[in-house]
């Protein structure tokens, strides 16, 4: 998985300040995740290929976190995409986009499907063989969902030399693979822990902004790889957090050290704070392994 | 009358390349010309008193040249402004805006003014005593206006040595600076060209994008002394202006040289050329006096 912020900011854009929006690399899938004013520059400039984008998750229908999207769709016509494009986000989204194509006479070559959303229950939007995407109900002004993204168990590892030696005929190297006890060439059990190695742990993105401190959600979050929550606000504003239904970097950082997740990732920051590493370090005084979003920087989970 | 121009290329932004914005300075008037997606991180980028801005024309529907209004209008929206705003622009414009303010909830708390139009004759959409703002109709895809930015005539200068010999009261200057004969002490009529010189001449500027070749609008535009019109193609390319409803500078520029235009300023340049140079050599067969539109470049009219 690796995860690249083309904006992190809150609120307005600015030259220097890009909107909320990410791009999730993970098993081949390219997922695109919010998609705030200037997203499409933002992809252009951190070198994303346009065609890679068949699914776009959108959290909210703040401006923030959308107003990118029919520019990008209206972008993927120009440049005569004919794949798909699967659009998940709160009800409403389909008109807005629908509206603005309407008006320009600009109608897409391609496939555009609209999933919207309405539901205050986590609910599995996407889901193959190597990873599914589950929505993440958040509490914020208007409704809002995170997203969580997890990818599904991996294969275990053969064990070359234990498989040879157990004389275990090749065409049952994939079904080891996926876990099964198989017979070999003298029709003798082999168990499949003697002939393979544990795989590679699967892993885990949990999106979640934006939204105020929600305690509900640390459940479906629990232990995740590596959890991004929104930090509008340091805790010297927190009563902010409440009017405007944003978090702390601290009520963050406590949401990270209840669900047990790796690593935090602070972002959706206040355009009011200077240095970002104020919010570092009032997250850790809760949490220790603290990142901090940037814009056009790329994280390996 | 200043001329800012915020973004001049045609159809998807890219970082260095902005959809079509542009600020007219005025006799205290700011007006917003267009509005692609990213105009507000220009505005910012030009250094513009967002709060200057309280007229907006948009000349049509399609993405580059009206995505980035909604998100001005969120931006105003935060910065808490107060002021009223009137934004031109075809019918649908309106619905598009409060659709996406009402899906986001979040209503402004200026006035919004819609001045939805779908004449096809010119239409006067702003008249005060320094400056009237008309439609042109220009002919694109879909429904298109250009706009005629006038000056109202300037006031006579008073010739302050023959109006003292002439003894007249300095209770008529006003009233001769208008253009009056008046009567002096004596009781004598006093011609207004004896005390007066000529005013400076009122500029006037049309903004015409997008549209193909459409002489039409010659006697509208008659004289003015700044014609923005798009360029999007050179000659070699003319096919695609039947296809795609747009111009090539040689075309832009014979309707400067018809009209009699002091000066040409071409945009909308198409993404595939390299040197827009080649833009300004072509319109110099046909009319000398060519200028190059570029994002971030100011024009004293």
């Not at 998985?1 to 999730?24: E, F, N, Y």
């Not at 229950?121 to 969902?145: C, G, W």
């Not at 929104?230 to 978090?247: G, K, N, Q, V, Y």
């Amino acid at each position: 998985m690796k995860l690249t912020i083309l904006g992190c900011h809150s609120a307005t854009p600015r030259w220097d300040a890009h909107p909320t929006a990410q791009v999730l690399e993970v098993k081949g899938h390219l997922f695109l995740i919010d998609c705030g004013e200037g997203t499409q520059v933002q992809l252009r400039r951190c070198k994303v290929k346009f065609a890679r984008i068949k699914h776009i998750f959108i959290s909210h229908l703040h401006g923030d976190h959308f107003f990118g999207l029919i520019g990008l769709i209206s972008t993927f016509r120009l440049l005569g995409r004919d794949a798909d494009l699967h659009v998940y986000g709160p009800k409403g989204i389909k008109e807005a986009i629908v509206l603005q194509l309407k008006l320009g006479k600009s109608w897409t070559n391609f496939s555009l499907f609209f999933h919207e959303l309405d539901s205050k229950e986590p609910q599995l939007l996407f889901d193959d063989d190597k990873v599914s995407v589950t929505t993440i109900p958040l509490k914020h002004r208007i409704y809002t969902n995170g997203f969580l993204f997890r990818e599904k168990p991996n294969e275990r590892k053969l064990d070359i030399n234990a498989v040879r030696e157990a004389n275990v005929s090749m065409t049952y190297y994939n079904k080891i693979k996926q876990g099964h006890d198989v017979l070999n060439e003298a029709g003798r059990l082999i168990k499949n822990e003697a002939v393979t190695f544990n795989p590679e742990p699967s892993k885990s993105y949990a999106f979640c902004s934006d939204t105020m401190y929600a305690p509900e959600i640390i459940p479906q979050i629990k232990n995740v790889t590596l959890l991004y929550h929104e930090a509008t606000f340091l805790e010297e504003h927190a009563h902010l957090c409440e009017l405007t239904m944003h978090s702390t970097a601290k009520q963050a950082a406590s949401i990270a050290s209840e669900a047990s997740v790796k690593t935090l990732l602070l972002g959706h920051y206040s355009g009011r704070y200077g240095n970002y590493e104020f919010f570092r370090r009032e997250a850790q005084t809760v949490f220790e392994n603290v990142a901090l979003a940037e814009d056009g920087k790329s994280f390996d989970i």
